[in-house]
C-alpha cells in the first residue's frame, strides 16, 4: 500500500523559508511523477510544483515565481519542496501526491499525503 507523509510545516514570518519533506513508500517509484500541492482554507487545492522520480523534468506553478524548489532523494525515497521568500498569502495545507507519470503533472493523481500545515504570518 502506498503511503506518502509530508512533514516540514509550521509557523514561519513574512521572507523566512521552510522545507517540507514528503516520504514515499509502498511500492518503487520509478516512472511515478510527483507533485505538491496546497490548499488555502476555503479555497481549492492548487498544484504547486511537480517531479519525475526517476529524473529529469521538474514543473513548477507561475505563482512560485523562482521562490520553491522541488527535489528528490532516491535513496531515502523521499520528495523535498524548499520554499523561500515566503508570503502570507503562501498560506495554506501542503499535500505531497504521486500518480503514474502520463505527462499530465497538474491533475490525475491517486495517492496523496495527509497535509502538513504552513502559515505565514507576522
Known amino acids: 500500500q502506498v503511503q506518502l507523509v509530508e512533514s516540514g510545516g509550521g509557523l514561519v514570518r513574512p521572507g523566512d523559508s521552510l522545507r517540507l519533506s514528503c516520504t514515499a513508500s509502498?511500492?518503487?517509484?520509478?516512472?511515478?511523477?510527483m507533485g505538491w500541492f496546497r490548499q488555502p482554507l476555503g479555497k481549492e487545492r492548487e498544484f504547486v510544483s511537480a517531479?519525475?522520480?526517476?529524473?529529469?523534468?521538474?514543473y513548477y506553478a507561475d505563482f512560485v515565481n523562482g521562490r520553491f524548489t522541488i527535489s528528490r532523494d532516491n535513496a531515502k525515497n523521499t520528495v523535498y519542496l524548499q520554499m523561500n521568500s515566503l508570503k502570507p498569502e503562501d498560506t495554506a495545507v501542503y499535500y505531497c501526491?504521486?500518480?503514474?507519470?502520463?505527462?499530465?503533472?497538474?491533475?490525475?493523481?491517486?495517492?496523496w499525503g495527509q497535509g502538513t500545515q504552513v502559515t505565514v504570518s507576522s
Open positions: 501526491a504521486a500518480k503514474t507519470d502520463n505527462g499530465y503533472y497538474t491533475r490525475g493523481y491517486v495517492y
Open positions: 509502498g511500492r518503487t517509484f520509478n516512472g511515478y511523477l
Open positions: 517531479i519525475r522520480w526517476s529524473g529529469g523534468r521538474i
